[in-house]
Nanobody, 125 residues
């Protein structure tokens, strides 16, 4: 059974930082791409950052480039999202997701098949 458990969300003032973590079990973590998505109220779920299984490919949404950093620790089966210079518009529920297939660079939402429960990030003015 594949499980993804996120942590690290919370309330932070604008300009502050948070680090999200997502621990994966039930799959050979090192063989799969990982991603962070977010969903704000009334909006579609959007990808924020994606990292390939071998860390050779990383992409970010334009809205977070230069502020967010995705990374992974295969020894801990964990993917991270370091979020700096947070803005009000970063407020959302953040989800981690694991790719369906091994050794591929998944980029579309449908290419990820298991999701975490979500962690709320709220940026205050």
């Amino acid at each position: 059974q594949v499980q993804l458990v996120e942590s690290g969300g919370g309330l932070v003032p604008a300009g502050g930082s948070l680090r999200l973590s997502c621990v994966v079990s039930g799959r050979n973590f090192k063989d799969y791409g990982m991603a962070w998505f977010r969903q704000a109220p009334g909006k579609e779920r959007e990808s924020v950052a994606i990292i390939s299984f071998n860390v050779r490919e990383i992409i970010y949404a334009d809205s977070v480039k230069g502020r967010f950093t995705i990374s992974r620790d295969n020894a801990k089966n964990t993917v991270y999202l370091q979020m700096n210079s947070l803005k009000l518009e970063d407020t959302a529920v953040y989800y981690c997701a694991i790719a369906k297939y091994t050794w591929t660079f998944a980029t579309l939402r449908d290419e990820f098949d298991y999701w975490g429960q979500g962690t709320q990030v709220t940026v205050s003015s």
